[in-house]
């Protein structure tokens, strides 16, 4: 017998996949990024290391990935290292209003935990992101990464949390998009220590990001932007050609990773293993 709610249900199914639609992140594959748009990069250390490493620095990665999507863009570095939300807000008019981008990222957390508590954080935030918003910037927020050695455990980590929780807060409030770069970081530092992998996995210091940290950045806000699996896929195969990190000798990530598996068979870090090599090269 024919459900005469039927129509009913479906109209109410199609407005709740509609609503869905409108309030969740960018489809992948839908690129919401034209072809001649620029994008400032606001944040502190690890945005301005983003774009002086080169090739493997998360701004040049995200320029690549683009590109081979087939969108061109014009990145506006504005990254300061050790610079906190008030450092920003100092400085928005100079380094990204006055250049008239058509998107602005922006990271910060990891030198303003130390100094204040998340409320004055978020509240930073949001006046950085009303005053672009209100000079015709597109803002997409980037949550605060690792550092403080990685440690996912230590208190500087859980109160970044809760700092993560004020970018959460805004996007809703102000409708923007958001890329948990935090839970992917996370999730990436708990395999790789669940494999015993020994030392620092996507930092060279603890804080700033080598080549697979870079990678990680870059393949997160890529993927909400709408660039396809299949392109981020091809995308890591090559990055892997790349530097793994500045403070280092000069190897690839894919070198990187022989090492590891070469240290770890002898129960050393990369760093032991490295030090060893040289000592026993130098007799």
């Given at each position: 017998m024919e459900d005469p709610n039927q129509p009913m249900k479906t109209t109410t199914l199609v407005?709740?996949?509609?609503?869905?639609?409108?309030t969740a992140s960018p489809v992948f594959g839908d690129l919401v990024i034209k072809n001649g748009d620029s994008i400032a990069f606001l944040g502190d250390?690890?945005?301005?290391?983003?774009?002086?490493?080169?090739?493997?620095?998360?701004?040049?990665?995200?320029a690549e990935g683009l590109k081979e999507a087939g969108?061109?863009?014009?990145?506006?570095?504005?990254?300061?290292?050790?610079?906190?939300t008030v450092d920003m807000l100092a400085r928005l008019d100079r380094d990204?209003?006055?250049?008239?981008?058509v998107w602005m990222?922006?990271?910060?957390?990891?030198?303003?935990?130390?100094?204040?508590?998340?409320?004055?954080?978020?509240?930073?935030?949001?006046?950085?992101?009303?005053r672009a918003t209100a000079a015709g910037i597109k803002v997409i927020l980037l949550n605060t990464t690792l550092a403080g050695g990685e440690n996912l455990t230590s208190p500087e980590t859980l109160k970044r949390l809760r700092f993560c929780e004020e970018f959460k807060k805004l996007a809703t409030e102000r409708h923007l998009i958001l890329v948990d770069l935090n839970t992917?970081?996370?999730?990436?530092?708990?395999?790789?220590?669940?494999?015993?992998?020994?030392?620092?996995?996507?930092?060279?210091?603890?804080?700033?990001?080598?080549?697979?940290?870079?990678?990680?950045?870059?393949?997160?806000?890529?993927?909400?932007?709408?660039?396809?699996?299949?392109?981020?896929?091809?995308?890591?195969?090559?990055?892997?050609?790349?530097?793994?990190?500045?403070?280092r000798p000069a190897v690839s990530v894919n070198d990187y990773l022989k090492l590891k598996s070469a240290a770890e068979n002898n129960g050393k870090t990369v760093d032991e293993l490295i030090s060893a090599i040289l000592t026993d090269f130098a007799k």
């Open positions: 407005l709740s996949a509609y609503s869905l639609m409108l250390s690890l945005t301005q290391l983003g774009n002086d490493h080169k090739p493997n620095g998360y701004i040049h990665l995200i969108v061109n863009t014009v990145p506006i570095p504005a990254g300061i290292g050790g610079n906190t990204v209003i006055s250049k008239k981008p990222t922006l990271n910060s957390g990891i030198n303003d935990t130390p100094k204040m508590e998340p409320e004055e954080f978020g509240a930073n935030l949001a006046k950085i992101v009303d992917a970081m996370v999730k990436a530092v708990t395999e790789l220590n669940k494999d015993g992998t020994k030392g620092l996995k996507l930092t060279y210091d603890g804080t700033h990001l080598n080549g697979l940290g870079n990678q990680i950045i870059a393949k997160e806000i890529l993927r909400v932007l709408g660039v396809s699996e299949t392109t981020l896929a091809a995308l890591r195969k090559h990055w892997d050609d790349y530097p793994f990190s500045q403070g």
